[in-house]
């Protein structure tokens, strides 16, 4: 049994994009949970626990995709409305870079035997 790529990226990629947006946007750019949470969809309780290592602990994202998140960070500070947009350009480049094969082969390893990925071990 294995999980599609999509609830991989439901259950895993997204909140851990979401914390680094999370932390981005309080720590350096000082916005208040409640501001952004409203801008990544999500409660001011949930940037609280994202903050506070409560949420999206299961994966760790690299260092290549933690500098695109800056990016989005950065054009999401200057136009919130761009925040759906940047989420779906961080999750086309995880996708286009094969990171999600990093967490299928910790969390969903019968599914590479279908997807014709090949991820170092």
């Not at 208040?32 to 999500?42: D, K, N, P, T, V």
């Amino acid at each position: 049994m294995y999980l599609l790529p999509q609830e991989i990226e439901v259950w895993y990629v997204i909140p851990a994009i979401r914390k680094e947006l999370a932390k981005l946007l309080t720590r350096q750019h000082e916005m208040s949970y409640e501001q952004a949470g409203r801008i990544l969809g999500i409660s001011k309780a949930a940037v609280s626990q994202y903050l506070s290592n409560k949420r999206a602990n299961k994966i760790k994202l690299n260092s290549n995709v933690k500098k695109e998140i800056v990016k989005s960070a950065k054009i999401i500070v200057k136009d919130q409305k761009n925040a759906l947009g940047e989420m779906q350009r961080i999750l086309k480049y995880i996708k286009d870079k094969k990171c999600l094969c990093d967490v299928c082969k910790k969390y969903n390893k019968d599914v590479l035997n279908y997807c014709g990925c090949k991820p170092k071990y």
